[in-house]
């Protein structure tokens, strides 16, 4: 596609309830990305995927968050038992190749409010 | 962990004026990126700084990145309107695609 794609666009979910955010990156980036930004906040480092594989898991908040990514293309980012605090903007970035100086293209993000 | 802090976290200004914005940490970078966002839009690519020093000009925009390679700056010559938006750091460290990002700055041009 033109872009990076994200849907949905916005989520409003019942705490406890499980939410599934979905990423369509560009067509040929090998690597995805995956940030959460809070209101008023820089971006927070969640996951990412050289291909179909994620090294470094580090960022993802507890055992409630998991994300994976299927034929180096669509990635879904779960949250299971969803929490207030998990309120926030969901951002998915994808780049051509991995590597310290890559250009991220960014999608628009899934808001998601958690009631 | 790389901490980066930026300054100001707010500004409003008036059309023509300039402005910095400074992006710092105790830290060593091997690269440093300046990103900007709009409402309802994810973050969009400015410029990569990679060399202690480096100095790159974007139309009235420039980007410094400190000797150390420890901070940076962006400067705006003559701010418009078109300026407002959200401004990020973000730098490279060790790990490749973890960006550490700043907590950005709230720009607002006055027309």
């Known amino acids: 596609g033109a872009g990076v794609s994200q849907s949905p666009s916005n989520k409003v979910t019942e705490k406890g309830k499980d939410v599934e955010l979905r990423c369509d990156p560009i067509s040929g980036h090998t690597a995805l990305y995956w940030y959460r930004q809070r209101l008023g906040q820089g971006l927070e480092f969640l996951i990412y995927f050289q291909g179909n594989s994620a090294p470094d898991k580090s960022g993802l908040p507890s055992d409630r968050f998991s994300a994976e990514r299927t034929g180096e293309s669509v990635s879904t980012l779960t949250i299971q038992r969803t929490q207030q605090e998990d309120s926030a903007v969901y951002l998915c970035?994808?780049?051509?190749?991995?590597?310290?100086?890559?250009?991220?293209?960014f999608g628009s993000g899934t808001q998601l409010s958690v009631l | 962990t790389q901490l980066l802090e930026q300054s100001p976290q707010f500004l409003s200004i008036q059309e023509g004026e300039n402005l910095t914005v400074y992006c710092n940490s105790s830290s060593v970078f091997s690269s440093l990126q300046w990103y900007r966002q709009e409402p309802g839009e994810g973050p969009v690519l400015l410029v990569t700084?990679?060399?202690?020093?480096e100095v790159k000009k974007l139309k009235r925009l420039t980007f410094q990145f400190g000797d150390a390679r420890k901070d940076s700056s962006l400067h705006i010559t003559a701010a418009q309107p078109g300026d407002t938006g959200l401004y990020l750091c973000?730098?490279?460290?060790?790990?490749?695609?973890?960006?550490?990002f700043g907590q950005g700055t709230i720009l607002t041009v006055h027309p």
């Open positions: 700084v990679v060399t202690g020093g």
């Open positions: 973000a730098a490279g460290g060790t790990s490749y695609g973890k960006l550490t």
């Open positions: 970035a994808s780049s051509l190749a991995w590597g310290p100086n890559e250009k991220l293209f």
